[in-house]
Each structure stands twice: as structure tokens, then as C-alpha cells.
């Protein structure tokens, strides 16, 4: 079946610590997205991409690095200049289609918590 | 300015009945869409339902309806015959113009009582 995936489910930072968040898609979708939910909240989006090797910042990048090396994969680093990471991670696929009805995907999110 | 206002953080319906959720938006692009999620307890979106600016009829899929007000730049979510599986946070979100990215609101907790 087609989806995202996002791993792992739950992951645990230490005080300056950088850490990866996976996320992999087999939509075939040339855009990508990363969000950050706090309890209670809605997305913010931190990163997205249009296109191998490219990204753009969204409304929080800071603290957060993105690489888009394959069309399948959009890893998230949550850098030790992230002061506040306690957070959902969710990541979001979609086509490449301007004023398109077609939604956003989402994987099953990543919860990071600070040891 | 917030680009999406979802003004009731969470309501409580009888099972059975109907539930309506809530969405208002801020936009001076003409052509735009409206998307409506779904994320249980267990952290995942799904999709619901979508309205484009220029549709001429309110959106259905199911249970769910759209009542779209354009000029009044609403987009309220109708949950029909709610179901306790109903129960979970629901997100208005838009997307605007060509661009690709999604305005979220804060969302809304539905708890459906048996």
C-alpha cells in the first residue's frame, strides 16, 4: 500500500543532542512537508520541498535542518539549537499540482521528548 | 493575522446527532481550498473533505458536509450521525492561490457520548 512512513514512533533527545527524524514516502508525490504539533494545537509547518534537492523554510525553521538527497525521503534534524523540541512531528506529502483539490498525506507522526 | 480561526476548542454531541464545527478564514486571493482533517488520539490526519473557492455547491463526502458561506468567508464542517469513533480533533486548513502549503487551524476536540 501507499503511504508515508515516519520513524521512529517515539524518540528521546538529550540536552544538546541533535536527532533525525525519518520520514518516507511511495506516493510518487514531488512535494513534501514537515509540521510541529504542540498539545492541544495546530501545525506549523517547518520545512517543505517542491523538488529533489531543494527547500524552502516555513513558519518555524529554526532549530531544524532538512535534506531532500531522493523524491521518497524528507529526514528532519531537530538541532541542540532547538531550545523548546518537545513536540508531534508530522510529515506530509502531496502532488505537485497548482489550485489542485488533491490533500496533503500524512504519516503517523514522531513524538520527541527531551530526556 | 491568523489565517484560519477555529473559535471552540471542543464540544461535546449526543450520539446520533448532528455536529457542526466551526471554520473561518482570511484570504484576498480569489481562488483558494479548504480542507477539512481529522486526527484521532493516535496522532494521524485524515482527510475529510475539501471545498474550492469556486465551487457552486457545498461539498459532501459521506457524513460530512461543507457549509460553505463565500462571503462570509466560512467553511463550517457537518458531521451527520455522529458515531463514537467520530470522537477526535478536527483541523480546518487552506491552501492558497498556487501555492502548495496549508494554513492550519487550532482545531477543534469533538467528544461523542454514547
Known amino acids: 500500500d501507499g503511504g508515508i512512513t515516519q520513524s521512529p514512533k517515539y524518540l528521546f533527545r538529550k540536552e544538546g543532542q541533535n536527532v533525525t527524524l525519518s520520514c518516507e514516502q511511495n506516493?510518487?508525490?514531488?512535494?513534501m512537508y514537515w509540521y510541529r504539533q504542540d498539545p492541544g494545537q495546530g501545525l506549523r509547518l517547518i520545512y517543505y520541498s517542491q523538488i529533489v534537492n531543494d527547500f524552502q523554510k516555513g513558519d518555524i525553521a529554526e532549530g531544524y535542518s532538512v535534506s531532500r538527497e531522493k523524491k521518497e525521503s524528507f529526514p528532519l534534524t531537530v538541532t541542540s539549537a532547538q531550545k523548546n523540541p518537545t513536540a508531534f512531528y508530522l510529515c506530509a506529502s502531496s502532488m505537485l499540482q497548482s489550485y489542485s483539490n488533491q490533500p496533503q498525506h500524512f504519516g503517523d507522526g514522531t513524538r520527541l521528548s527531551i530526556l | 493575522a491568523q489565517k484560519i480561526t477555529q473559535t471552540q476548542p471542543g464540544m461535546f454531541v449526543q450520539e446520533k446527532e448532528a455536529v457542526t464545527l466551526d471554520c473561518t478564514y482570511d484570504t484576498s486571493d480569489p481562488s483558494y481550498g479548504l480542507f477539512w482533517y481529522k486526527q484521532p488520539s493516535s496522532g494521524e490526519m485524515i482527510f475529510l473533505i475539501y471545498?474550492?473557492?469556486?465551487?457552486?455547491q457545498n461539498a459532501t463526502e459521506g457524513r460530512y458536509s461543507l457549509n460553505f458561506q463565500k462571503a462570509r468567508k466560512s467553511a463550517n464542517l457537518v458531521i451527520s450521525a455522529s458515531q463514537l469513533g467520530d470522537s477526535a480533533m478536527y483541523f480546518c486548513a487552506m491552501r492558497e492561490g498556487g501555492d502548495y502549503k496549508l494554513s492550519f487551524g487550532a482545531g477543534t476536540t469533538v467528544t461523542v457520548r454514547a
Open positions: 471545498q474550492g473557492s469556486y465551487d457552486q
Open positions: 506516493l510518487n508525490h514531488d512535494a
